[in-house]
């Protein structure tokens, strides 16, 4: 069935370094994919999502790119914020549902030290 | 920006008890979702719904009802609270479309004794 990986529960790093979340996914049709991001006690939002061509889609200086060969869709930033401390949710849209379910990783928590 | 709210936002209650979480968008979305979330399992589905009167089980129903009684409104029912229920709860609601974007909710903390 459809899944989401999120390899890491936790990236530790410090500011200005660069920032590279993983995310690979199972998906038996063309998958479409989201990060979202949870700030400490608000609600997830929309970070970002592929689109159908191959634009690489870019929010608040993060990017990722879907590669379907490796079925990997991995956020990215050149250099890190403290700002950007938060949890990262890789989903994925499930491709057989006419009702937008998506289901999510497990979620890798950023932490960016001065 | 889209809106959906929830209540109560805070919630203690006993084993056994019944306990009902509300959540109400202003978007006039179709689909309407609730999740737990829980540390090392992120989000999951735990009901959905179409549309008003519709309400489809997602991957972990057990323990949990579901009811969508208008467009606006999708309530979570736990009929008789168990201490694993201890969670954050959200409510999402999202077009149809499969890159259409869910918004959530500020989310429920729920602690069951």
């Known amino acids: 069935g459809d899944s989401v990986t999120q390899t890491e529960g936790l990236v530790t790093l410090t500011e200005g370094l660069p920032v590279m979340l993983n995310c690979t996914y199972q998906?038996?049709?063309?998958?479409?994919l989201f990060w979202y991001v949870q700030h400490l006690n608000e609600a997830p939002k929309l970070l970002l999502k592929?689109?159908?061509?191959?634009k690489r889609p870019e929010h608040q200086g993060f990017h990722a790119t879907l590669h379907k060969s490796s079925s990997s869709f991995h956020l990215q930033k050149s250099s890190a914020q403290l700002s950007d401390s938060a949890l990262y949710y890789c989903?994925?849209?499930?491709?057989?549902?006419?009702?937008?379910?998506?289901?999510f990783g497990t979620g890798t928590r950023l932490q960016v030290l001065p | 920006e889209a809106a959906v709210t929830q209540s109560p936002r805070n919630k203690v209650a006993v084993t056994g008890g019944k306990v009902t979480l509300s959540c109400n968008q202003t978007?006039?979305?179709?689909?309407m979702y609730w999740y737990r979330q829980d540390t090392g399992h992120g989000l999951r589905l735990i009901h959905y719904s179409y549309g008003a009167g519709s309400t489809e089980k997602g991957d972990i129903p057990d323990g949990y009802k579901a009811s969508r009684p208008s467009q606006e409104n999708f309530s979570l029912i736990l009929e008789l609270a168990t201490p694993s229920q201890t969670s954050v709860y959200f409510c999402?609601?999202?077009?149809?479309?499969?890159?259409?974007?869910?918004?959530f909710g500020p989310g429920t903390r729920l602690l069951v004794l």
């Open positions: 592929s689109f159908t061509d191959n």
């Open positions: 998906s038996t049709y063309s998958p479409f």
């Open positions: 989903a994925l849209s499930l491709s057989s549902s006419n009702t937008n379910k998506v289901v």
């Open positions: 999402a609601s999202g077009e149809t479309g499969k890159q259409d974007t869910q918004y």
């Open positions: 978007n006039n979305h179709n689909n």
